[in-house]
């Protein structure tokens, strides 16, 4: 039976580690370096997304082409870095890893960061609202006391203030964020950047 748990254990252990891997054995073994550095500098991946690519392929006994990886990267961070991405990232709530340089660099970071301000807010005001809909199922179920009624009503009414004070927040955030886009547009055309 120990025997039985350590073989499951170590298979276990496999297919994780397997699942962790980068690339497959087939994008290995194709070596489309150019291809695989595009689309993680189009995803916005950090530079040292390579040595991961580098350690899933030596399991296979390939290695990877830095040179084209890098071409392909530093292609595929021209299209990831621009502000209506940094917008629509940042909204969505994922993570910025500091890949856009210079001056592009500075405004996608700051539009980025105003798009998360969005998506915190509406993932606040998401929780709210589930919250407001579990008071109210709750004053619904069974037959409360006057007293639950009351008490619960009470709580729905500082809940949907505190809603409608969040609510003013997330368009006030929005306002801001959509400023803040056109300030940067602006500052980078002055300077000639393309954004």
């Known amino acids: 039976m120990q025997r039985l748990l350590i073989v499951c254990a170590a298979l276990f252990a496999a297919l994780l580690l397997a699942s962790c891997a980068t690339l497959s054995q087939e994008q290995c073994e194709a070596g489309d370096w150019r291809a695989i550095g595009f689309n993680d500098g189009a995803d916005g991946r950090p530079a040292d997304r390579i040595s991961s690519h580098a350690e899933a392929c030596s399991e296979y006994g390939i290695s990877v082409d830095n040179a084209l990886y890098q071409t392909g990267r530093t292609e595929g961070l021209r299209v990831y870095c621009r502000l209506s991405n940094a917008e629509r990232k940042g909204r969505s709530g994922e993570r910025y890893f500091g890949v856009c340089e210079g001056e ?11 798009g998360r301000e969005v998506f915190n807010l509406e993932a606040e005001l998401n929780s709210l609202d589930s919250e407001i809909d579990a008071k109210l199922a709750e004053l619904r179920r069974g037959d409360p006391t006057p007293e639950q009624v009351a008490a619960l009503t009470r709580e729905l009414t500082i ?5 409608r004070v969040l ?5 006030s955030a929005d306002q801001s964020l959509s400023a803040l886009r056109r300030q940067e547009e602006n500052r980078l055309s002055q300077v000639g950047i393309a954004y």
Not at 104 to 114: D, I, N, Q, T
Not at 159 to 163: I, N, P, S, V, W
């Open 167 to 171: 609510e003013l927040r997330v368009r």
């Open 104 to 114: 592009l660099g500075v405004a996608f970071a700051r539009v980025h960061a105003a």
């Open 159 to 163: 809940l949907q203030t505190e809603r």
